[in-house]
């Protein structure tokens, strides 16, 4: 996003010289109020009018927040085919917060359909956070794909990505809708029953789906002007992967913020010990691949493990 970052966050160096018709009447504190509910969509497309609504725009206090911090919400919910669904405050209120909204933790990522922070863990495990394919939805619920997709809210377009550990790509499709709010909006339209709704409920899970609508999300902390991204235990993946504790990998998974992790330090026993084998991070010790690469996926054994 790098390209584009000086052009989504200052306008142009010319000053303006066209006018916004009667728009250039109201006071700036009502322009600001326009702005704030537009889609997101329609404010880009507001900010291309000319200079003179491209300087209004870029001062608006939210827009600057997401535009320098926030890039990869826009970008998700642009590629996802969602940004019509949102305004820019719907993007700045999850980057000034860290807590999951279904745990209460520290969440590293934004669920794309609703913009709302949630963490790694409740991505995979929470019913709210649901999602399959439209054929698959059709199948279970007996309705035409057609009547479907007009009747169950927005559709997610899917975007290329590793969205597992293993060699074989995972198996993405083209779009995705969620669960909870197209079930919600077919049962008020009465296209179905509760019986659709258990058989959903049973239906096997491909868990990757659920990677497909989730993008990170740094969080921006308004007390001390800092961006926090999130950091993960590297004794955790030592315990995962040396010792063989662990085994689904739940620790190894979490994200903490810099205060969360010192907390967690005082229990990890392996985090501790690598903080004393390292003399306190100055010399370099054995440790696993995927820390070593900072938690960047290289070639992995079907086990999810580095080779
Ligand atoms: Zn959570
Ligand atoms: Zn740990």
Redesign the pocket.
């Known amino acids: 996003m790098q390209s584009v970052q000086t052009s989504l966050q200052a306008a142009f160096e010319t000053l303006p010289n066209a006018k916004l018709g009667i728009f250039d009447y109201l006071p700036v504190e009502l322009v600001f109020l326009v702005l704030r509910n537009l889609d997101i969509r329609s404010f880009f497309h507001s900010r291309q009018i000319n200079r003179r609504a491209r300087v209004l725009s870029t001062g608006l206090y939210e827009y600057q927040l997401v535009s320098k911090h926030g890039l990869e919400g826009l970008r998700g919910l642009l590629r996802a085919g969602l940004a019509h669904c949102f305004t820019i405050v719907d993007l700045h209120r999850p980057l000034v917060t860290d807590k999951c909204s279904i745990c209460g933790g520290f969440g590293g990522l934004l669920f794309l359909f609703t913009a709302e922070r949630c963490c790694f863990h409740c991505l995979r495990s929470s019913a709210h956070y649901r999602v399959l394919p439209p054929s698959a939805f059709a199948k279970h619920a007996h309705i035409s794909p057609s009547r479907l997709l007009r009747l169950s809210g927005p559709t997610l377009q899917t975007v290329p990505g590793t969205y597992n550990m293993m060699d074989t790509p995972a198996r993405r499709p083209k779009h995705l809708i969620l669960e909870e709010k197209a079930t919600q909006m077919l049962l008020a339209a009465k296209a179905i029953d509760q019986d659709v709704i258990r058989n959903l409920r049973i239906r096997r899970e491909q868990p990757e789906q659920r990677l497909m609508v989730a993008t990170a999300y740094p969080c921006y902390r308004l007390e001390n002007a800092k961006l926090e991204r999130g950091v993960s235990?590297?004794?955790?993946q030592v315990?995962l992967e040396f010792l063989r504790g662990d085994s689904h990998g739940l620790?190894r998974d979490r994200t903490f913020s810099t205060q969360g992790f010192l907390s967690?330090?005082s229990a990890?026993v392996?985090?501790q010990h690598l903080w004393a084998e390292s003399e306190e991070g100055t010399r370099p010790v054995k440790e696993p691949e995927l820390t070593r690469r900072g938690g960047f996926l290289t070639r992995l054994g079907s086990d999810g493990l580095p080779r």
């Open positions: 235990c590297k004794g955790c315990r620790a967690h330090f990890c392996e985090a």
